[in-house]
């Protein structure tokens, strides 16, 4: 088991999951000639974070996710989070539309389907809170479709399994669009790496990366492979980290500054899910309320439609878990391995201000099987607990990001991207919005680590992604030829019921 000899290639990407697959398919397709090689610690590709049980395969296009239209102190409705999270989708679903139609995605259907994004609230404030949250995004190219109910009906003859049994009493109201979707990432990324290797990149699954240290060319990435205990060397210019709760720990061994002061909070998700076609053929959307008091925004409950494999299947939760492994098949001592001198201030930090998240997690470790059904009986009241079992899904980092004076640090519930001063080496941290925002992630990768060649990439870019570098928002002709062109190539055909001409109600 000794070292081999040291081997190179021009980009080593850490992790099979939708990052390193998504930045690897756009590397091969502006610069062919490069070598590329993928190291993943599993024996596949998608395996973490990626698989479709390890997370909610929404397609976060802030359609229906509550916490990204907050209600100011004025009452008014902020939009702005949410039409940045729906812009930068907008760049994935270009990027996803011309790969299906250039070979680059085989079979659009195994992971991409259209479902309707919904958000439903309880009770006479929030309601309103939904009519005006309805106002405000309709009045944006993006969430024009955007619709409001809090007619009891028309509830029930959209969503009949969450009104099955429902006492309307108390008021009900509906945000519904129909240009929402549910994204299997597994078969996603898995299409993008078999992409990539029919191009030439090199996958090395089953194989770990130990440390990173610099060279004079670059980084030597020394690499174990798991199943025989072989040793090697890699040297290459350049280095992306895309593996998930894996990230934290590597950037900070790469010793590059920009990652010092940052650290990890691991929370696991569980949720509830369904396959009885009784259960499943009476909800055909995603639906999502409020967080729960004292929860975090990640935290916010849904009732999901799935598409895996073919086969609809419904989800709900997320319950909160909590180990101190950064990974699903990470190790126990991930998180204490992780505190080190320069990130001891804000990881201490953090926990004397996080109460309430701590709080919460207590009690969601302490829920039991029937408690999570209750909890799903706030959506869908007839709900029988033979008909749901829990599954364990993929556990998320939340970054620790150090205080920009001081000690102290605050914790992040959404992605960042270090890199590098030279552009050497980027690192991508956190969770949601994540793998729906792979391919705008990516493309900040590339012009933050290769800004001598990103302004000759860009022609070849924008025939991928003809937006680029433009606000669809601002430009309402331009999104409407977007939309349609990306709606025809990946056959996103609207499962909308027709709307009430009543502007108040669907």
Same mark, same amino acid.
């Given at each position: 088991m000794?070292?081999?000899?040291?081997?190179?290639?021009?980009?080593?990407?850490?992790?099979?999951g939708?990052?390193?697959?998504?930045?690897?398919?756009?590397?091969?397709?502006?610069?062919?000639?490069?070598?590329?090689?993928?190291?993943?610690?599993?024996?596949?590709?998608?395996?973490?974070s990626?698989?479709?049980?390890?997370?909610?395969g929404?397609?976060?296009?802030a359609?229906?996710?509550?916490?990204?239209?907050?209600?100011?102190?004025?009452?008014?409705?902020?939009?702005?989070?949410?039409?940045t999270?729906?812009?930068?989708?907008?760049?994935?679903?270009?990027?996803?539309?011309?790969?299906?139609?250039?070979?680059?995605?085989?079979?659009?259907?195994?992971?991409?389907?259209?479902?309707?994004?919904v958000?439903?609230?309880?009770?006479?404030?929030?309601?309103?809170?939904l009519?005006?949250?309805?106002?405000?995004?309709?009045?944006?190219?993006?969430?024009?479709?955007?619709?409001?109910?809090?007619?009891?009906?028309?509830?029930?003859?959209?969503?009949? @399994?969450?009104a099955?049994?429902?006492?309307?009493?108390?008021?009900?109201? @509906?945000?519904?669009?129909?240009?929402?979707?549910?994204?299997?990432?597994?078969?996603?990324?898995?299409?993008?790496?078999?992409?990539?290797?029919?191009?030439?990149?090199?996958?090395?699954?089953g194989?770990?990366?130990?440390?990173?240290?610099?060279?004079?060319?670059?980084?030597s990435?020394?690499?174990?492979?798991?199943?025989?205990?072989?040793?090697?060397?890699?040297?290459?210019?350049?280095?992306?980290?895309?593996?998930?709760?894996?990230?934290?720990?590597?950037?900070?061994?790469?010793?590059?500054?920009?990652a010092?002061?940052?650290?990890?909070?691991?929370?696991?998700?569980?949720?509830?899910?369904?396959?009885?076609?009784?259960?499943?053929?009476r909800?055909?959307?995603?639906?999502?309320?409020?967080?729960?008091?004292?929860?975090?925004?990640?935290?916010?409950?849904?009732?999901?439609?799935?598409?895996?494999?073919?086969?609809?299947?419904?989800?709900?939760?997320?319950?909160?878990?909590?180990?101190?492994?950064?990974?699903?098949h990470?190790?126990?001592?991930?998180?204490?391995?992780?505190?080190?001198?320069?990130n001891?201030?804000?990881?201490?930090?953090?926990?004397?201000?996080?109460?309430?998240l701590?709080t919460?997690?207590?009690?969601?470790?302490?829920?039991?099987?029937?408690?999570?059904?209750?909890?799903?009986?706030?959506?869908?009241?007839?709900?029988?607990?033979?008909?749901?079992? @829990?599954?364990?899904?993929g556990q998320?980092?939340?970054?620790?990001?150090?205080?920009?004076?001081?000690?102290?640090?605050?914790?992040?519930?959404?992605?960042?991207?270090?890199?590098?001063?030279?552009?050497?080496?980027?690192g991508?941290l956190?969770?949601?919005?994540g793998?729906?925002?792979?391919?705008?992630?990516?493309l900040?990768?590339?012009?933050?680590?290769?800004?001598?060649?990103?302004?000759?990439?860009?022609?070849?870019?924008?025939?991928?992604?003809?937006?680029?570098?433009?606000?669809?928002?601002?430009?309402?002709?331009?999104?409407?030829?977007?939309?349609?062109?990306?709606?025809?190539?990946?056959?996103?055909?609207?499962?909308?019921?027709?709307?009430?001409?009543?502007?108040?109600?669907?």
């Amino acid at each position: 088991m000794a070292d081999t000899a040291v081997t190179k290639t021009d980009v080593v990407l850490i992790g099979a999951g939708i990052m390193s697959a998504t930045l690897g398919a756009l590397l091969r397709l502006v610069e062919p000639d490069w070598s590329i090689t993928v190291i993943e610690r599993l024996d596949a590709a998608a395996a973490e974070s990626s698989d479709p049980w390890n997370n909610a395969g929404t397609g976060h296009s802030a359609l229906c996710e509550l916490n990204y239209t907050p209600e100011k102190a004025d009452g008014s409705i902020d939009i702005t989070k949410a039409v940045t999270v729906n812009e930068q989708f907008q760049v994935s679903r270009q990027f996803w539309a011309h790969g299906v139609e250039n070979g680059v995605l085989t079979d659009v259907r195994s992971f991409l389907n259209p479902v309707p994004h919904v958000s439903f609230v309880q009770g006479a404030d929030r309601v309103e809170y939904l009519r005006k949250r309805r106002d405000a995004l309709a009045a944006n190219p993006l969430f024009a479709t955007t619709e409001f109910t809090n007619d009891h009906d028309e509830f029930a003859r959209r969503l009949p @399994l969450m009104a099955a049994g429902r006492d309307f009493t108390e008021p009900v109201g @509906l945000n519904w669009t129909t240009e929402g979707t549910d994204i299997a990432f597994g078969s996603l990324t898995k299409q993008l790496i078999n992409f990539a290797v029919r191009n030439g990149t090199s996958v090395l699954f089953g194989n770990e990366v130990t440390n990173l240290s610099r060279n004079s060319g670059g980084w030597s990435v020394k690499v174990r492979n798991r199943r025989t205990g072989d040793k090697q060397t890699i040297d290459t210019r350049f280095v992306f980290v895309g593996a998930g709760g894996e990230a934290l720990p590597l950037l900070q061994k790469s010793g590059i500054p920009e990652a010092k002061g940052y650290g990890g909070f691991p929370v696991g998700g569980q949720f509830l899910r369904a396959s009885n076609p009784a259960v499943t053929s009476r909800h055909q959307a995603k639906v999502y309320g409020f967080p729960p008091l004292g929860a975090p925004p990640m935290s916010a409950p849904h009732l999901d439609t799935r598409i895996i494999n073919g086969k609809p299947w419904l989800m709900f939760g997320p319950f909160a878990g909590w180990t101190p492994k950064f990974l699903k098949h990470g190790k126990f001592t991930d998180l204490p391995a992780s505190v080190k001198p320069n990130n001891v201030g804000s990881m201490l930090g953090v926990g004397l201000t996080q109460l309430d998240l701590t709080t919460y997690l207590i009690r969601q470790l302490a829920l039991s099987e029937s408690e999570r059904v209750d909890a799903l009986r706030d959506f869908a009241p007839t709900a029988q607990d033979a008909d749901w079992s @829990l599954v364990h899904a993929g556990q998320r980092v939340q970054v620790i990001k150090p205080a920009e004076q001081g000690l102290g640090g605050t914790l992040e519930f959404g992605t960042a991207v270090l890199a590098a001063a030279d552009g050497s080496l980027a690192g991508l941290l956190g969770a949601s919005p994540g793998a729906s925002t792979a391919v705008p992630a990516m493309l900040d990768v590339m012009a933050r680590c290769f800004a001598d060649r990103y302004q000759g990439w860009v022609p070849k870019l924008t025939e991928m992604i003809p937006s680029l570098g433009t606000k669809l928002s601002a430009e309402p002709a331009l999104f409407d030829e977007v939309w349609s062109w990306t709606q025809r190539a990946l056959a996103l055909e609207s499962t909308a019921v027709v709307p009430a001409a009543d502007g108040d109600g669907l």
